[in-house]
């Protein structure tokens, strides 16, 4: 048997087990815990991507994307092509900082997640909605978030970065249903 917590909540745990099928007074059991961390820079990179991807749908804006220290030589070629002067910079914990001296005049630098919701909602055709993913599981669902999250003009968060870590509840709601045979 295994179980997997995905956003677990700081402090002490204890693990409560129970044999299903003993036989005999003596069970043994081995516990493994796997602690996965997002990378700051990765989490960064994510949010202002998706978060770009939005911004760009509702303006109509092509979508760029540039590396952490670099200017690959398509998005170069096609700010030439486009004729591009100006550009809404996303970059979420300053990701871009070593690449933004070699982009065309920003005319917007968004650096805070409040900066990115706030030029979402700035946008009439925004509608009440925010989206929400988590990058825990590694399996990408930020992609389809996002395409979400385009058609509704609303902004990405990461669960993760919630206050008061609802993912926790989320979960305490979804093991007690399991348990509770409530499906």
Do not use: C
């Given at each position: 048997?295994?179980?997997?917590?995905?956003?677990?909540?700081?402090?002490?745990?204890t693990?409560?087990?129970?044999?299903?099928?003993?036989?005999?007074?003596?069970?043994?059991?081995?516990?493994?815990?796997?602690?996965?961390?997002?990378?700051?820079?990765?989490?960064?990179?994510?949010?202002?991507?998706?978060?770009?991807?939005?911004?760009?749908?509702?303006?109509?804006?092509?979508?760029?994307?540039?590396?952490?220290?670099?200017?690959?030589?398509?998005?170069?070629?096609?700010?030439?092509?486009?004729?591009?002067?100006?550009?809404?910079?996303?970059?979420?914990?300053?990701?871009?900082?070593?690449?933004?001296?070699?982009?065309?005049?920003?005319?917007k630098?968004?650096?805070?997640?409040?900066?990115?919701?706030?030029?979402?909602?700035?946008?009439?055709?925004?509608?009440?909605?925010?989206?929400?993913?988590?990058?825990?599981?590694?399996?990408?669902?930020?992609?389809?978030?996002?395409?979400?999250?385009?058609?509704?003009?609303?902004?990405?968060?990461?669960?993760?970065?919630?206050?008061?870590?609802?993912?926790?509840?989320?979960?305490?709601?979804?093991?007690?249903?399991?348990?509770a045979?409530?499906?």
């Amino acid at each position: 048997f295994s179980a997997e917590v995905l956003h677990p909540e700081t402090g002490m745990w204890t693990a409560i087990v129970v044999p299903r099928d003993a036989n005999g007074s003596l069970v043994k059991y081995t516990l493994t815990v796997d602690v996965k961390t997002v990378n700051q820079d990765r989490a960064d990179a994510t949010i202002s991507a998706t978060n770009a991807a939005v911004i760009a749908s509702l303006h109509h804006y092509p979508l760029l994307y540039v590396n952490k220290d670099s200017i690959p030589n398509a998005t170069a070629d096609a700010f030439t092509h486009l004729g591009v002067t100006k550009v809404i910079f996303v970059e979420r914990g300053q990701i871009g900082a070593g690449v933004r001296t070699s982009l065309p005049t920003i005319e917007k630098d968004l650096t805070t997640m409040q900066e990115i919701v706030d030029e979402i909602k700035r946008s009439s055709s925004s509608e009440n909605y925010i989206t929400v993913t988590s990058l825990k599981t590694g399996e990408g669902f930020f992609a389809p978030a996002a395409m979400l999250a385009a058609y509704h003009g609303s902004p990405v968060l990461r669960i993760e970065e919630a206050s008061g870590n609802p993912a926790a509840v989320a979960d305490r709601i979804h093991t007690w249903r399991l348990w509770a045979g409530d499906y």
